[in-house]
């Protein structure tokens, strides 16, 4: 036990050295740990929700795409009239 203990004594820095790398170790295998459980916990709630949720969002886009499709459309029209208009009324005054 003695011899041990010297030995420990006289190589310290060796011992500490390994006892941070251990930490080291651990420390990092925690962290992947944590990320890969992260990222299952989202495939999960994107495989059971994220489906219906994203059909969802798209009808929604869609709804609001043929609303601003119908504004364009009626703001071409009034366009057209007023420049109808203008230019009929360049064309008497000549």
Do not use: C
């Not at 003695?2 to 011992?15: C, E, F, G, K, Q």
């Not at 609001?64 to 364009?72: N, P, V």
């Not at 057209?80 to 064309?91: P, Q, S």
């Amino acid at each position: 036990m003695t011899a041990t203990r010297n030995w420990i004594r006289d190589n310290s820095t060796l011992v500490y050295f390994l006892i941070a790398q251990f930490i080291a170790i651990g420390a990092g295998a925690a962290s992947i740990l944590a990320y890969a459980v992260k990222l299952e916990t989202r495939v999960y709630i994107m495989e059971h929700r994220g489906a219906e949720y994203t059909v969802a969002r798209m009808e929604e886009m869609k709804l609001k795409i043929a609303i601003l499709e119908q504004g364009i459309r009626q703001n071409e029209e009034q366009i057209k009239r007023i420049v109808d208009a203008l230019t009929r009324e360049i064309g008497r005054k000549p």
